[in-house]
């Protein structure tokens, strides 16, 4: 077996399905698509791959396998599909996700088609697996799905750890090993081993820790909400049709977006991103802001630049969903009985208030301009004074 050096995990042994899969042009691909897409606009050595990922996703499910004493056919499927798991990511991975979803009504995880029309599709019949029963798994359906995309699953042990290690933040450390070690399942559902509430406990805390310095740090925030008015704009102004911008590479849209939407391109390029005009917590904002859609923020951008005197294309209204905490929804032995995280835990209730005291909805806009859109911001919006920048 081909054996492959990790800088997280050391070695990841790959079985023959594996080792050609990776030669395939889709898996490939990840290796020109930053994990951390505009997060390494604040941490510089976090330029580390999708497809770094994806062969630590596979070898965590590689030995949760093992540890779980499943084997053949039904983990050749599941080694396979945590391998591939993130080939549907478009450029800048999550950064571009709602610009695809908006147009194709699917999720990255959604493969059906992908599966069943690359040499992937190939490569896995080639081995008797089915690229169905792979997609199946890759959307976290079934018993087996649930180690692919849950609350428990492998792809979040990998990414946690790995960030931690790249960006030079601690808070994601976590003991993976004794996490895919102690994974079994109660009645069709994978959950954590009587005497594991603290493990569980370590995960939910080095989510939480990692949500607020690394994945919503400000500054990225607003990278990716430029990246975000970016693509949409290059794909209203040119021939490029959603399907190719799917498939390009992260440094495919930078190109495209300096030709194309140099206004925005040649910032988020160089770094030259705009500043925060507005900056309020959740109990700040009206409900209507909060509850905003797509629709409603590209509205409320032209209402402010109308208001503030200034270009449209240079106000960005960046309003995240709620506050959510799934990991909460983690299932562990207590004394025999399976419950939720958030049942067995008092650490729970507390982290679901930080998170939520850590929401913040955004207006951005060049440093010259921050004055008079935060001014206006605050009138269209119906925000308090204490909520500019």
């Known amino acids: 077996m081909t054996a492959i050096k990790d800088s997280v995990h050391d070695y990841v042994t790959l079985c023959p399905v594996a080792a ?19 997060v ?8 580390h791959t999708r497809f770094e990922h994806s062969l630590g996703v596979y070898h965590l499910a590689s030995r949760a396998l093992s540890s779980l004493g499943i084997e053949g056919d039904r983990a050749r499927h599941v080694r396979a599909a945590a391998l591939v ?6 450029p800048y991975g999550h950064q571009t996700e709602e610009v695809i979803q908006r147009r194709t009504g ?60 790249h960006t030079g933040v601690p808070y994601g450390t976590i003991d993976h090993e004794r996490l895919v070690r102690e994974l079994e399942y109660a009645d069709g559902e994978l959950v954590l081993a009587e005497g594991n509430v603290a493990t569980a406990e370590s995960l939910l805390l080095a989510r939480a820790l990692m949500d607020s310095t690394v994945y919503r740090h400000h500054v990225s925030r607003i990278a990716g909400a430029m990246l975000e008015r970016a693509s949409e704009r290059l794909l209203a102004r040119t021939d490029t049709d959603v399907a190719a911008f799917r498939r390009m590479a992260d440094h495919d849209l930078l190109v495209a977006l300096r030709e194309s939407v140099p206004e925005l ?40 630049a ?47 208030a ?9 207006v951005y806009a060049p440093a010259d301009q921050v004055p008079e859109v935060a001014a206006a ?13």
């Not at 390494?40 to 330029?47: C, D, G």
């Not at 911001?377 to 920048?389: F, K, N, T």
Request: glycine share 8%.
């Open 20 to 38: 050609d899969l990776l030669d395939t042009d889709a898996v490939q691909r990840l290796r020109h698509i930053k994990q951390l897409s505009t």
């Open 40 to 47: 390494r606009l604040v941490y510089p050595s976090a330029s």
């Open 85 to 90: 798991h993130d080939v549907g990511h478009g």
């Open 106 to 165: 699917r999720d990255h995880d959604e493969l059906g088609d992908l599966l069943q029309t690359t040499e992937i599709g190939a490569v896995l019949r080639d081995h008797d697996l089915s690229p169905d029963r792979v997609a199946t798994l890759v959307r976290g359906e079934g018993e087996l799905g649930q180690l692919v995309s849950g609350e428990l699953d492998v792809d979040r042990m990998d990414y946690l750890v790995r960030d931690a290690h």
């Open 265 to 304: 391109g040649r910032r988020i390029e160089y770094r030259n991103l705009f500043k925060r005009a507005v900056w309020a917590g959740v109990e700040e904002v009206p409900a209507t802001v909060v509850d905003m859609d797509h629709a409603d923020e590209r509205d409320a951008e032209r209402e402010i």
């Open 306 to 352: 109308e208001r503030a005197d200034v270009e449209e294309h240079t106000v960005v209204v960046d309003v995240p969903s709620r506050p959510r905490f799934k990991e909460a929804n983690s299932r562990v032995v207590v004394d025999g009985v399976v419950q939720r995280l958030e049942d067995a835990s008092d650490l729970v209730s507390g982290l679901r």
């Open 354 to 362: 930080a998170r939520r005291g850590g929401w913040r909805m955004g």
């Open 377 to 389: 911001a605050v009138e269209v919006l119906g925000l308090p004074e204490a909520a500019v920048a």
